[in-house]
């Protein structure tokens, strides 16, 4: 949405009244606007984060692939706004990349395999995390559930994807668990279920990884980057993943996103059951075709960590 709609009255006044912090895109277009948009957060009382986005042709999110002007851009965003306003990085392939994968294209997969700069763009992403860090702004993650599968302290699915997480010092790492994503892109083969199940697991996971660095991401409302999203179906849906996120030890949580919530007839409502959700009294059963992909991506893993041992050993 654009910034000026953003600072309008009623929606400051929604965010505030929920406490709610807002995490804001700043495209390199935008980058001019971002002191006066944190003197108007500030001076209405809302909690204001930025989140660095890069033109497409520059893959949009962050990642080893394009580290360096993500980096560059990133410092830029920081340097025009205050200290300790939390700067988002989203960790994700090239926007490219991403719709062969969506769309199951195997150059796609080739393409993660061969242009993968894995160690210089490690070292690119560690040194702007420990620049902000050292410059007093906090530094959330925005990742793939699927980097879980690692476990601590391995990086199979983080190198593939070019999305390192480890190591690296994020104040919270918030894993984008969106329900309403995984029963469209399986085209109802993962029903809402399956799906709640998969969000369950993630939950149990991160919290069991990261302790209370760990953060869930959840949606979508409204559609997104990609263009395809299929979002949640009702607000009962929301409601359902907030209750069980908490009843899982998860209780940073994220809403993607608030323009599709201030689009519903009623955004209020939406915003209340985001907010004031309580934590789920039992967990629902464990489906079992959610464990079968959990292990599934956890043996998929195992092959991507010795696929990389053998390239990296034929490099040396």
Not at 6 to 20: F, K, S, W, Y
Not at 122 to 127: A, G, Q, T, V
Not at 254 to 266: C, E, I, P, T, Y
Request: net charge negative; charged share 20%; aromatic share 8%.
């Amino acid at each position: 949405m654009p910034y000026e709609e953003l600072c309008t009255q009623p929606v400051l006044r929604a965010l505030r009244e929920h406490d709610l912090q807002v995490l804001v895109a700043v495209s390199p277009s935008q980058l001019e606007d971002v002191p006066r948009l944190t003197t108007q957060m500030r001076d209405a009382g809302v909690q204001l984060g930025l989140w660095p986005m890069v033109a497409d042709d520059h893959g949009r999110w962050g990642s080893t692939f394009n580290a360096h002007h993500f980096s560059e851009f990133t410092t830029a965003v920081s340097e025009h706004a205050p200290e300790n306003t939390t700067i988002a990085i989203d960790l994700e392939p090239p926007i490219a990349i991403m719709h062969g994968l969506l769309m199951g294209r195997p150059s796609a997969y080739r393409q993660l395999l061969r242009t993968n700069n894995w160690g210089a763009g490690h070292e690119r992403l560690h040194n702007l995390l420990r620049t902000l860090n050292e410059r007093g702004y906090p530094c959330l993650a925005a990742a793939n559930p699927m980097l879980l599968g690692d476990g601590r302290g391995e990086s199979a699915w983080q190198w593939l994807f070019g999305t390192p997480i480890d190591q690296l010092p994020f104040d919270a790492v918030s894993f984008m668990t969106y329900t309403s994503l995984i029963s469209g892109y399986s085209k109802g083969v993962l029903g809402r279920p399956i799906a709640h199940s998969m969000l369950m697991q993630t939950a149990v996971a991160a919290q069991a990884q990261w302790g209370g660095r760990a953060s869930m991401s959840l949606g979508t409302v409204g559609g997104g980057a990609l263009g395809d999203e299929v979002p949640y179906h009702s607000i009962d849906e929301l409601r359902e993943d907030v209750a069980t996120a908490l009843a899982c030890g998860v209780t940073d949580l994220a809403l993607f996103d608030l323009s599709g919530v201030l689009a519903q007839k009623n955004p209020h409502e939406w915003l209340s059951v985001f907010a004031m959700t309580e934590a789920a009294d039992e967990l629902p059963k464990l489906r079992r075709r959610a464990r079968i992909l959990k292990a599934g991506i956890k043996r998929t893993g195992s092959v991507i960590g010795w696929y990389r041992r053998i390239r990296e050993a034929r490099e040396e």
